[in-house]
């Protein structure tokens, strides 16, 4: 495996064995796996749930790795092309990514959305010019647009509990937050959950739709797998005889970039936090799902969230061995 | 063992089992012992030795961890039961500590003391409350009122140096420093000398008396292994024939909470350094012991902690071997 | 090996199986020779290719480190020698160093030049100061005046392009950079380059000459190896028929701690900026070198960078393999 950047990527039997090979990992260790075997960690943007699994997994596989993070941006990392560096900036990308890529067998990377343009976005324009620079296989640990790792990590969690693909009704959900978030956890989701062959309805406010680009490209895994997807304003509706309800809070498509109308658009949806009422016509045993970090009475109410319904938990922890079969593939002895 | 939390939840028997398999290791190393387990450690207080050591001892072990620490505290952390989280911090402890415990065959949390009430630190309400979010074995790594690694790691090096338990002497004594320090390594090394079966002084000025369920826990514990405990404001008598002075400053008790009374009672007693003349009526090969980080000519003059009778390195050293026990009972395949 | 200070203290058979050691480490991974062993890694001056290349090299010989480094400086160290530490400064030096060495097989310590006083840098007093208070071997991961795996990393690089050493032309060049930089890369590249046989061009402007000392030291490298070392300001006669030129901006040696002096003599040395028509007497295929982190634009053209010249990002690689010889001759069973 060259790269782990998408799981549109993957054919639906390559995502199979992955989530196979995630399973039998976490049920028989395999220790000496990847001997000697380094992961370069490269952070742009924050993290706590991917900084702590990634160095885990590799641990978990008889390997290692190293974290280079934004709080260490010791020299100042200039990303501009074609700049003289004539100011507090002493290293520029070009350099720093290829030389901290050539100390691994593989490298993580992260490089959250500008959230300024979305073209510029929807285009990866970010994240590929990093990976361009390099040759060793990169995983995309969160580029502007895909979470494959949390993606993967979710699947195998339904899996886990049993929840049917084709026929389980999955409703991603926009929340309140008081920022404009990324679209890289919403759409690979509702990718995710369409290439797993569910009903899947996007439930949200109006302004907040999800680009056309992402909903046609889980249109066509939907097509491929057998599932279906719909979108939706109506929370009774979308939530009738759900499986699972993905919380996710996301910038307005509509005020892309804008902060100020945005801002304006969501301090109308504060009632957008899911609360028991939401599950009323949903299944009994309806899931609650939410990629984490959560606002605890604002995305979601704490009774939903320490309640029964809520995996959230199960869905970090299920990171660790869904990076963990990648990494195996990536950089075991059989790849 | 599911918590190394306190050496009071262990027997004699038990720690001398620990004393000796932290010797073992130190002689004879076993890097296989460990092989792909993983230790989580997560640090809402600062940390040096702690930090430093626990990461030895894994490698050593042939296993490895991650650091969760303050200064990468990314989203900000909130700590509040029951809050509505529409402020600066979008994740909450709740979330947090199951899901890095997770990562993690085992976890090391380090939670200083709050010092604004002293039944609150007493009832380690901060520690519990997150021990109480995991199923993970654990580590305290320094609570409110406990540091058992720094304990086991000062009864092995009493051990090393062949003094005594029985009819040793162990004056644990009060220093002057600037701030009010926490009052865990004084509660654990007063308790650790008497389960030793030493015979304690417990040197302080008025106003830093330590508190009655500190003092009634270390008498149990004398009780048991036939050590004794007294407590003295005079410097002359405590030292008296001493095998070992164990310096360490705390807040008073007094004034629990309160800087500035804590100040006030603080600043008359510059001259509790310890410097050679303590050491007159002591025996000759008394030894000086500190938890490090020390102040040099404040808590402890250059010649005494530069000096023959300073076994701080050998303390902090054992530290790794200390916690290479605990991990080894905790983690190895015989656990 | 006890230290790796200076490529001065190896007689070139010495330096020789280094290098062939670290080629066969490139080429033969041993993730056994090290399992179990940690290496200390002590950054008193900021890093990115020391810290992630030093890890890299232990997971991949089956060992682990662990790294402290200025962002934690959590008590903060204090350096100077008899002082009272009453202030903001928990921790001395004198403790921290010898704990951290304490915990590994081996430490590492990167401390830069002060940059204050020339015959204070020149006598490495801050880094004798620090090597002083440890026991086990140590690495100089960059000193004030030396940084011996750059110049080991920066061997096995030309070696790997088969550049000559006898008869080899290797111009190390000042270059402009906006602020007043150590002496370290300059003074241990020139003696790598004479030990190596080469012959040496030092290409700079007045102002910038090299120390005498370092001079001398280099001088008698290059009697032994049968190179030769001569001083130049003018670009045109230095870079005839060169094979490398390596570029590094340093410090005034005349202004040496003066910035104000420096910056005046600096700012009129803007076109100290490596490009393309420095190369027009050179050979054909004459190599651009330079340690990292440089400023595009600045020290070097973006086409020169960017160019088949540049072997800036193989030196960084080589990093890697240069301390995995280091380390594998330090603390393999074998030493």
Not at 87 to 115: M, W
């Amino acid at each position: 495996m060259k790269a782990f950047n998408d799981l549109a990527d993957f054919s639906s039997d390559e995502i199979a064995a992955l989530l196979e090979l995630a399973l039998r990992l976490e049920q028989h260790p395999e220790p000496e796996a990847l001997r000697g075997k380094v992961l370069s960690l490269l952070f742009l943007s924050p993290s706590l749930r991917t900084l702590a699994s990634f160095q885990a997994a590799m641990t978990r596989l008889g390997g290692g790795s190293f974290v280079i993070s934004p709080e260490m941006s010791i020299h100042g990392i200039e990303t501009r092309p074609g700049i003289v560096m004539d100011g507090a900036a002493a290293e520029h990308i070009r350099e720093a990514v290829p030389v901290i890529a050539s100390y691994g067998d593989a490298i993580g990377i992260r490089a959250f959305a500008q959230r300024q343009n979305l073209e510029f976005d929807m285009a990866e324009t970010e994240f590929t010019a990093l990976t361009d620079l390099i040759h060793t296989p990169y995983i995309n640990m969160e580029s502007a647009m895909n979470h494959p790792c949390q993606s993967l990590a979710d699947w195998k969690t339904m899996d886990d509990l049993g929840m049917p693909a084709t026929g389980g009704k999955f409703v991603l959900s926009w929340a309140y937050h008081p920022r404009a978030l990324p679209l890289a956890v919403p759409a690979s989701t509702l990718h995710m959950a369409a290439k797993r062959g569910m009903d899947v309805t996007v439930l949200r406010p109006e302004g907040f739709e999800l680009p056309d680009a992402i909903m046609q490209k889980a249109r066509a895994a939907a097509d491929e797998s057998g599932g279906s997807i719909v979108e939706s304003e109506d929370r009774v509706e979308a939530m009738e005889g759900a499986h699972v309800i993905y919380a996710k809070s996301w910038s307005s498509t509509k005020h892309y970039g804008d902060k100020l109308s945005d801002q304006k658009l969501r301090e109308e949806l504060l009632d957008w936090c899911v609360d028991e009422p939401w599950f009323d016509n949903a299944r009994d045993d309806c899931r609650f799902m939410h990629c984490l970090p959560v606002r605890r009475g604002v995305v979601v109410s704490e009774r939903v969230l320490d309640g029964p319904r809520s995996i959230v938990i199960a869905e970090a922890r299920n990171r660790m061995f869904a990076q963990m079969a990648v990494l195996h593939q990536m950089l075991g002895t059989q790849s």
